[in-house]
């Protein structure tokens, strides 16, 4: 009878064990009359011996130490209000409803191995993920894992708590509890490479690892990670809870073991991880592949190497004795046609080194001097149809667009950015009709992001006190951009001059802090052009002028009230006099940025950002018609204040300001027909 495999074992069986086992087995025969098949004996005495040893995590001896821990996730800037927990009460702990345990851990020296999983969006990319903690075992020791999952045939395959309408499809942390590790090599670990385009990591860790979890760096005297405990609901001050508690994956685990924090004690470090670079390997960065690839191309010039078939360059297995009457050769001239030559030369990196070094032979072959032009040529030839700028890649074209400067975090929780959002409501939006304001300034921004080939067809005017926090708020949607966004332009003539390059190359231009535009006012009928029309002349210094599409779309801020003036009838520009009530407040700035940008001109937290892009990418605008909006607002006269109305009055020379004074029916605002209509009607009342 053949053997079936019921349950696949992963541990190594100790001799002892192995022994045990047949020993069993033997006596389990003699002694059981009963008629069973060999393989359901074998069965249940693997399970009855090892089961012990599978996926079970092993008892721990808790030392003693205090837990730094806070029932929120936002916790107070000042550390003092910190709480503790005695280390052995952990597994004591309710973990029920909003007694939420959020882990505070400390710039410090030691702590526990940890990694966070939150876009594992498969039960395959799963299975890669418990592939490679498992490869760390050798030298991290025993794991921890615990999460949740939307999908149940997943919770059941890994034992994941299901969250029916949990946003993320599984979410898991992981803490290597049996060692510690130096909290600068954890960092080090999970390194990004500046350059993302290739990868992520400059170590070859598992690609869903989240690297925004490792604040683990002194930057002020408030520096910490918060990091969520498995069991925990997440929990906010004065909001209510979001229900997402996971639960411990291997049995006769404990809470404890998802603890990072560990005793900073120097006394002994048998368990501090030194040879993590064992099981973690650095990559190899570009430049350190070119060197390689180069080395390798003179091993193919000396014979040491050769090209297969597939390009890749292999060594030459050197084979010892071999007898010349064994080797077939033919003694005629090899001569490649076309397809053979292209197919040759498109093996090869279309670089000077291997025109001058690794093809050289082919200067040299029967071919002509026109015959090898002609094909080097056509090798490194690229054609295409057109060059297009659009979101979406076309075959045979180039495209100019080459993607946002972060990547989506797809979520339906909006809370990182909600105090962003609150920002550009409280200080853009101003103090009239705030609410107005901020859905139009708000829908105008995402019109780009969700359709980047796009003329909105208006200009936004942000005019405010310094320091009221205008430009922080634009500057972090235009980090957004990346390349495709000037944030910084400080001249009209740069942009609507005689020299316009600078108009072709971003989406989105911001002016910021330029002077009176009276003096330039001849440029006003130049913007007006350039903030409808998607297409223009170009032209830079000592090259011809061309006619391009210039997807190009404006915002300003600035201190001064006439930078860009408006005139009667203007509705290109919309005007926001921005809230000053935040100019100076050092504090509101600090906890604003602590989740965005912690350092002044430093680098922006991905998830914030990530987060931000995917609820501009998503937002329902439909219906938004910004000209419209500029319009609407210049027709309302019944309120005590009109941003449009009083920007265009005080555009107006003296002799239309004074029939404005004197003569309601040409006030701003009041449509022509409109007066018409009036004029009419007093002429009927006079006769």
Sequence with gaps: MS????????????????????????EKQEKNK???????????????????????????????????????IDVPSDLKNICTY??????????????????????????????????????????????????????????????YSNDPNICATHNLKYITDAAKKISIHVVFFEKQIQQADMMEIVMKVGNQNTRRFVYDINEFVDDSVYKLKHVSKSSRQI??????????????????AGQLCKPNDQPFNQIIQCIQDDSSTDDVISNWSNVIHKLPSLKEKEKTNAKRLVDVDNGVAEVADDGKIITKTHVKNIKIDDIDFDDNLIVFNKEQMMGLLNKFERTFENLEKTTAPIRYSPHTEEFSKEYYT?????????????????????NM???????????????RIQPFLNHIKNVLGGKGDTDQNYEYIIKWFVSI????????????????????????????????????????????????????ALAATAILINFNEIQDATDSFYLQYKMKSAITQASGIVERKGIDSVASEIWSNFTCTCNDVNAIPAEKGYRRFQYFTCNSEFAGEREYFQNL???????????YYEEFMGILLYYFRTLDIQGFDAEYSIVQASRNVNVIYNEQLERQYTGLNQVDRFIVDNFPIFEIGVLIQQADENETKLNQDDD
């Design 3 to 26: 053997r079936q495999t019921i349950r696949n074992v992963s541990i190594t069986k100790s001799g002892v064990i192995a022994q045990e086992l047949m020993d069993k087995i033997i």
């Design 34 to 72: 009963i008629n069973k098949t060999f393989d359901e004996q074998d069965n249940k005495l693997l399970d009855d011996l090892l089961g012990k040893y599978v996926n079970e995590t092993p008892k721990r001896v808790i030392p003693e130490f205090f837990v730094k821990w806070y029932p929120v």
């Design 86 to 147: 005695y280390s052995t009460k952990i597994n004591d702990f309710t973990f029920n409803g909003s007694d939420a345990f959020n882990e505070v851990i400390l710039p410090d020296k030691y702590c526990h191995p940890y990694f966070d999983f939150d876009h594992i969006e498969s039960n395959e990319q799963q299975v890669s993920v418990i592939t490679w903690l498992d490869s760390l075992v050798s030298e991290f020791g025993q794991y921890s894992i615990g999460g």
């Design 227 to 244: 990091f969520r405990h498995i069991l925990s609901n997440k929990n906010y001050r004065g909001k209510e809870s979001i229900y997402i």
């Design 378 to 398: 056509e090798c490194k030839a690229f054609r295409y149809n057109e060059i297009i700028f659009q979101e979406k890649n076309k075959e045979g074209c180039i």
């Design 401 to 415: 667009f080459t993607g946002f400067a972060y990547k989506e975090i797809q979520t339906n929780d909006f809370t």
């Design 449 to 500: 992001f969700q359709q980047v080939k796009l003329k909105i067809g208006t200009m936004m005017n942000f005019i405010g006190q310094q320091g009221c926090g205008k430009s922080f708020a634009i500057e972090i949607i235009y980090e957004l951009l990346g390349i495709f966004a000037l944030k910084n332009v400080d001249e009209l003539t740069k942009i609507f001059g005689k020299f316009n």
């Design 593 to 603: 940025c602590k989740d965005i940008q912690p350092q002044k001109q430093g680098e």
